[in-house]
């Protein structure tokens, strides 16, 4: 199963595709997550893409198809979920052409979030910087175990950086979506709710698969 997981910045992309990870025994592809750990390598990417990622901009499409394609010949399978790519229309060609000559089309899910819910779950995010796991001040609050100077929040989830993020997405990723939405791939699911809800919603939109095996990540 070929899943791509698409959606505003916020709309609970990394949080669904964990799920995924769980219950369908998927590999989890974010580029976001990948883009991060190059910057702490301090790799040639990493350090090409340091300045996008802090303003919340997108990293230049060659860059990421890069990092992107790489890790998809790595597991070369079809059982993964990738969370944060495509974003521009160029990455989606890219991406389909691959996978045409691979293992064949995606299901596309695009979590659909109003605006102004997004502001508050980002607002409120927090990382523990040690694992990358991501939580919610409210709905997810980190364990108690997990010591509180290793909860940090991403630059890119400070005011000025989510409404940056938000308005790229809208003029440069949301065409992504009319673009699979014309490939009749598109899937909309609502994204309000609690974490829950919205995977029972994509598990019901997603062909039936076989039975779950380990967490797989990126
Ligand atoms: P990336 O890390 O992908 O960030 P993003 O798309 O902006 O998305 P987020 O990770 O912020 O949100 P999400 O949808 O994963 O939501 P989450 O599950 O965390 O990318 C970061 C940067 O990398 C980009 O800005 C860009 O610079 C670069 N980049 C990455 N990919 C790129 C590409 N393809 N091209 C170019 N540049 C690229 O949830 C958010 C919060 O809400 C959490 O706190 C969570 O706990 C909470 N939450 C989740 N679900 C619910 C729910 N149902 N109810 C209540 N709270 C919820
Ligand atoms: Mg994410």
Redesign the pocket.
């Known amino acids: 199963m070929r899943v791509l997981l698409f959606?505003?910045?916020?709309?609970?992309?990394?949080?669904?595709a964990h799920m995924l990870v769980h219950t369908h025994g998927l590999y989890h592809l974010?580029?976001?997550?990948m883009?991060?750990a190059a910057r702490k390598a301090r790799t040639d990417i990493g350090e090409k893409?340091k300045s996008?990622?802090a303003q919340?901009?997108?990293?230049p499409?060659v860059l990421?198809w890069k990092i992107?394609k790489d890790r998809l010949d790595e597991i070369g399978g079809d059982r993964f979920v990738l969370?944060?790519?495509?974003?521009?229309v160029q990455?989606a060609q890219w991406l389909d052409a691959y996978l045409e000559d691979t293992v064949g089309p995606p299901v596309v899910i695009s979590?659909e979030v109003d605006p102004n819910i997004i502001v508050g779950?980002?607002s409120?995010?927090?990382i523990n910087r040690e694992t990358g796991e991501?939580?919610?001040l409210i709905?997810?609050p980190p364990p108690i175990d997990v010591p509180l100077e290793h909860i940090i929040q991403?630059k890119?989830?400070r005011p000025e950086a989510i409404i940056n993020?938000l308005r790229i997405y809208e003029e440069q990723t949301r065409p992504v979506k009319e673009h699979y939405r014309d490939l009749g791939w598109l899937i909309e699911i609502d994204?309000?709710?609690?974490?829950d809800?919205?995977h029972n919603r994509i598990n019901a939109a997603l062909p039936q698969v076989t039975a779950p095996s380990p967490e797989r990540a990126s």
């Open positions: 959606g505003s910045p916020g709309a609970g992309k990394g949080t669904q974010s580029t976001g997550d883009l991060r893409a996008y990622l919340g901009r997108l990293v499409d990421v992107c969370d944060g790519y495509p974003r521009t990455q979590l779950r980002l409120q995010r927090r991501s939580y919610h709905f997810q991403r890119d989830d993020r994204g309000v709710g609690t974490i809800e919205v």
